[in-house]
């Protein structure tokens, strides 16, 4: 009779233990600063001031070829800052060489609320552009 009372608590301490463990709940982990598109073209992004620099980042870059050929590119500017901010955005669409396509141009108004992401969407105007530089200033 010693043997059969371990024998039924065993089952009981079994359960406990298997929901003691489903019960707990994992720690709250910091968010993480995420890019839905990819980082290795962050570095065609530049900020022109130091203020543009300290307020807007480029969280990510997105390009594809559109039916005519022509690149488009998609940017994610972020405000990092708690208060609004006024910027021009402008996108240098390149050749080959490195020399601009195209007619310059034109610096674009955005404004971003506080702690929030943009998107520009920006197209080449020719099909000599093969890259892209997205440059960013504060608006005056």
């Known amino acids: 009779m010693t043997l059969r009372h371990p024998l039924l608590l065993l089952p009981v301490l079994c ?5 003691t463990g489903c019960s707990t ?3 709250p982990q910091a968010p993480l600063e995420t890019t839905k598109f990819t980082v290795e073209n962050t570095d065609r992004f530049m ?11 480029c969280t990510g ?32 669409f390149l ?9 310059e141009a034109a610096w674009q108004p955005l404004e971003i609320s ?3 992401t943009e998107v520009m969407r920006f197209t ?6 093969r890259r ?5 200033r504060t608006a005056h």
């Open 132 to 136: 892209y530089v997205i440059r960013v």
């Open 114 to 116: 506080g702690a929030s």
């Open 95 to 103: 050749d080959d060489q490195g020399a601009p396509v195209g007619a």
């Open 25 to 27: 709940v994992p720690a």
């Open 61 to 92: 870059l997105q390009e594809r070829t559109l039916g005519d050929g022509r690149i488009e590119v998609v940017a994610n500017l972020k405000n990092s800052d708690a208060k609004a901010v006024k910027i021009r955005v402008q996108c240098v």
């Open 47 to 57: 900020a022109l001031d130091p203020a543009a620099e300290a307020a807007v980042s």
């Open 124 to 129: 080449a105007p020719s099909l000599a552009a």
């Open 15 to 19: 359960t406990l233990a298997v929901f």
